[in-house]
Structures are given as structure tokens and as C-alpha cells.
């Protein structure tokens, strides 16, 4: 598949077959702007991300179609490139709703309950660079400089209305969310996503990620809430972890991704016995532990260079999307207690309601309007 639909019942990029890489950017709304300001930022986005998903320029005129006097209205740097199964999905932070400045867009009173910041966890090391923001849109796409031209694009299109507060490069995705995917596998070398919400799964799809018309609030309905966590990766400590300890910290064998009481990578664990430390990761996340709850995951690794000792600056991009925040917090405090812990740093943080997919003429969003 080479194009995603932009228009739909849902937004593209949650439960589309999850693609190579990613360009996720969060954006915070500039001073002084207003419910204008805001509402002609997501019709021009919508505009662009509508042409980019079929690999169209972000105009008409694009890149050199305009008057040589004036900069292009396109950056370029996609010219000749197909759509690459480009998505591009868009999600309002709680500083959207009400900031310092009050209710500078006339939404405070449509801000979903339970859309705030998520609360602080055991461990969390946060980084503000790379945590939180107004808006935030998750570019996905099978070649990076189709996901990156997305972003500049759209950050060059918010000029004077939003401004970026931070990105992140994303490659090697950490899940899967159809059938016909295999398994890939994280930094720390497991399968991941084996047990993830997958797209044809219609029941587990509105129990636990799609809003419903019955929840609150009523303009988020078709919609998620997507949880970002940056997690750093020590994986050079890891890398010294003898294999049955490795096997023992996720719960699951190496090789195959099965649980440790037996059976393929696609048999349901069994947690009674002692085969799986109950502090593993996979014992700690699993719904028999967790009153049910499910979320899809729809994570990547990163690379952001090394630091001065010669250790890779690297870990899992997670990305989550799920029906009420309460879902991955709820799994988060699970986790306090996880073997895996000990490998890991929490030093990013986002949430955001992401609202249900747009209809031709109309633009992402509109419904909060
Ligand atoms: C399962 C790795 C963080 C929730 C798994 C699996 C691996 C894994 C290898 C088993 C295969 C699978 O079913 O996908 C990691 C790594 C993480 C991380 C390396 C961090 C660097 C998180 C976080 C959450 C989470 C932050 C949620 C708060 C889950 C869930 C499952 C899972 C719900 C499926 C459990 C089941 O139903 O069996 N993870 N994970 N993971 N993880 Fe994580």
C-alpha cells in the first residue's frame, strides 16, 4: 500500500499497518494568538496533510510552480517521491484548553476530564524539552524524508500561529497492528508487539481505544487520547545481562518472543506457574493483571546520537493510543515494580486528545468548534 486516505470516520495512522519510520512533532501556540488563529492553523493543515498523503506537493503550485520573486510554498525536498504510506495525525494538549493566558480560544469548557498532564511516576526523569505541547502531529511513513518534509512543511505552515517545541526522529517500528505484519523487535532485541489491539480486532477497537458517543466529550467522539513517552534505553547495561535473565525480565524467550510457560510467540502465557517472574514485564502489563485493560501501542526506536562516554543516546519512542488516560496510567503504576526498570529512564512526556478523522471540506477537529 503506497497511500493512506486522509479523510475518514478516524483519523489515519493509529490502527493504519504501522510503517518504518517516524517524525513526531509537538507544537505550542504562539502569544497572543486567538480562536481564529487556532481554527485557520488546522484548515491549512488539514489543506496540506490532505495533498502530502496522496504525495502531492503541500499547494497547487508547490515547490516550483510559484513566481521565482517569492520563497516556494513547498520545500521540495519530496519531489519525486511517492506518498510512502504517509499519515499524518493530529492531537490537542491540555495547554490547548486553558494556559496562563485563560481561555485564549473558548474551548476551556469542551477540555475532555481527564486530558491534563499525566501525573508524575516512580522513576520519571522528565525532560521539559521533550515533554508536553498544544498540539502535536505524528507523522508515519515508509521513507524518513517523506515524514520529515511533512513536518517542516506543516511547522513552516504554522509560522506566526504555532512554533515547534520539540521532535523526534523515530525508525524501526516497535509494533504491529495488522496480522500480516511480523513481529519486529525493539533495541532491546525482543519481538514487540505480539499481544498489541490489531486493526481488524472491531470489539477490542471500541472497548479500549476509539471514544465512544457515550463518553465524554461528545466532539472527541471517533476519537483516542495518545500518550508519547520518550524512554531512554541503557542498553549497554543490558547488553551485559546474561540471555536467561533477559528472557526472565520480559517474561518472554528471546528468539521467538513465547511466553516463559510455553507454547509459540502467539500462545496465551500462563502467570500461575513459576515459569514467569511475576515482576516481569509482560506479567506486569498483561489485562489478567490489570482488570482487562488493552491499549495499542504503536511505538519506535531511536538514536539521538551518543554522549561523551561513548554510550548511544537511544531507547523505545513510545506511543500509545487508548480510549481514556486512565488506561495507561493505570498500566504505568502497574510497571513500578518492573524488572525492566533497572534498563530503562522515562525522560519524555506528551498526551493529547486526538479527535476522530476529518470529512472532505471539513478540517481535523472542527467538531471542538
Ligand atoms: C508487551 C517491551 C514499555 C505496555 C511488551 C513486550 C515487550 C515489551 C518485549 C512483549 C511482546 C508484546 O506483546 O508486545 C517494552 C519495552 C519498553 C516497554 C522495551 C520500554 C522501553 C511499555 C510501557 C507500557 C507497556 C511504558 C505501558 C504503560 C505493554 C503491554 C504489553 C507489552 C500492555 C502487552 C502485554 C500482554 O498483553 O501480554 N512490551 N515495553 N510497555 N508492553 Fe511493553
Not at 508524575?120 to 505524528?138: E, K, N, R, V, Y
Not at 509482560?282 to 493483571?289: E, F, N
Request: aromatic letters at 8%; charged letters at 20%; glycine letters at 10%.
Amino acid at each position: 500500500h503506497s497511500a493512506y486516505e486522509f479523510f475518514g470516520a478516524h483519523q489515519a495512522g493509529i490502527t493504519t499497518p504501522v510503517q518504518d519510520h517516524l517524525h513526531f512533532a509537538s507544537f505550542d501556540m504562539m502569544p497572543r494568538t486567538d480562536r481564529e488563529d487556532l481554527i485557520s492553523l488546522l484548515q491549512d493543515w488539514s489543506y496540506a496533510a490532505s495533498r502530502m498523503v496522496q504525495g502531492l506537493e503541500v499547494s497547487a503550485t508547490g515547490a516550483v510552480g510559484g513566481p521565482a520573486e517569492a520563497p516556494p510554498d513547498d520545500t521540495g525536498e519530496a519531489l519525486g517521491l511517492p506518498a510512502a504510506g504517509l499519515t499524518l495525525t493530529f492531537g490537542f494538549g491540555p495547554g490547548l484548553f486553558e494556559n496562563e493566558d485563560g481561555d485564549r480560544y473558548g474551548i476551556a469548557a469542551q477540555r475532555p476530564a481527564g486530558l491534563e498532564r499525566l501525573p508524575a511516576f516512580l522513576g520519571d526523569d522528565l525532560d521539559p524539552q521533550t515533554s508536553h505541547g498544544d498540539l502535536c502531529i505524528q507523522a508515519c511513513a515508509d521513507d524518513p524524508q517523506v515524514a520529515v518534509h511533512a513536518i517542516r512543511n506543516l511547522s513552516r505552515i504554522a509560522f506566526g500561529r504555532a512554533r515547534l517545541r520539540w521532535s523526534q526522529l523515530g525508525f524501526g517500528k516497535t509494533s504491529r497492528t495488522t496480522a500480516a505484519q511480523a513481529t519486529p523487535r525493539n533495541l532491546f532485541g525482543f519481538k514487540d508487539g505480539t499481544a498489541n489491539i490489531l486493526a481488524d480486532d472491531t470489539e477490542a477497537l471500541a472497548d479500549h481505544v476509539w471514544v465512544s458517543s457515550n463518553d465524554e466529550p461528545a466532539w472527541l467522539a471517533g476519537g483516542s487520547y495518545l500518550v508519547a513517552r520518550k524512554i531512554a534505553m541503557l542498553i549497554e547495561t543490558w547488553d551485559r545481562v546474561r540471555l536467561s535473565e533477559q528472557d526472565n525480565i520480559i517474561g518472554r524467550d528471546k528468539g521467538e518472543g513465547a511466553p516463559l510457560s510455553g507454547g509459540d510467540e502467539f500462545t496465551a502465557p500462563v502467570f500461575d506457574s513459576t515459569a514467569i517472574d511475576a515482576n516481569s514485564h509482560v506479567s506486569l502489563a498483561h489485562p489478567d493483571q490489570n482488570d482487562g485493560i488493552r491499549i495499542l501501542r504503536r511505538g519506535y526506536n531511536y538514536v539521538d546520537g551518543n554522549n561523551a562516554l561513548g554510550r548511544l543516546d537511544a531507547g523505545l519512542f513510545f506511543l500509545s493510543y487508548q480510549r481514556d488516560p486512565a488506561q495507561f496510567i493505570s498500566l504505568q503504576r502497574r510497571l513500578s515494580t518492573d524488572l525492566m526498570n533497572e534498563y530503562i529512564r522515562h525522560v519524555g512526556s506528551g498526551i493529547w486528545a486526538v479527535p476522530a478523522g476529518a470529512e472532505p471540506g471539513s478540517f481535523v477537529g472542527e467538531a471542538l468548534f
